[in-house]
């Protein structure tokens, strides 16, 4: 009798192992079902409400991205990206004072970041870098500072290609190849 029993407790705990697959699959439709569960399960996840919103703002909803990134930048002040996202999706609303203002935010927190030096320079160097290049602004400055990233972390491949990109605006297209071909 006890060598049935184990069959058919087995097969009850597959079916609801494969209810509770199934359950869990519906959260993961797409990028914004995926990270609206994350946020809703922790609202304190910063990761979570960032990629929510570059899902949102993907979809072409707008706001609820904004309100996401907003979501961040009240749990992390410092999270200086959310501005330059935030700027994008206004700069395609065609916001562009409003947009110039949040690219601005995110300029100077990096400034801060940069003269704070530590681990967070790098990153900092390398995103105001960025932006610079992405705005086709400060372009000597862009360079100098695509340098420092790549001084501070010389196998990071995306400081590595900033470098080159910052390179190749500035019209120094073989020194842009030199670091491509790396």
Request: proline share 3%.
């Amino acid at each position: 009798h006890a060598a049935r029993i184990g069959p058919i407790v087995a097969i009850i705990f597959i079916l609801g192992f494969m209810n509770a697959a199934r359950l869990q699959a519906s959260y993961w439709q797409d990028g914004i079902t995926l990270w609206q569960h994350a946020v809703d399960v922790n609202p304190r996840n910063s990761r979570a409400q960032t990629n929510l919103g570059t899902s949102l703002a993907s979809a072409g909803r707008s706001a609820e991205a904004i309100a996401a990134y907003d979501a961040v930048l009240k749990l992390l002040p410092n999270f200086h990206c959310c501005y330059v996202h935030i700027g994008e999706i206004l700069a395609t609303q065609g916001r562009t004072e409003v947009a110039q203002a949040s690219f601005n935010k995110a300029i100077e927190g990096y400034k801060q970041d940069l003269s704070a030096g530590g681990p967070q320079a790098s990153v900092a160097a390398y995103h105001l870098a960025k932006l610079y290049v992405d705005q086709n602004r400060n372009l000597d400055e862009a360079l100098v500072l695509a340098g420092q990233a790549v001084q501070a972390a010389p196998n990071q491949p995306v400081y590595l290609h900033l470098l080159a990109r910052c390179n190749e605006r500035a019209g120094r297209k073989d020194e842009a190849l030199r670091i491509t071909a790396e």
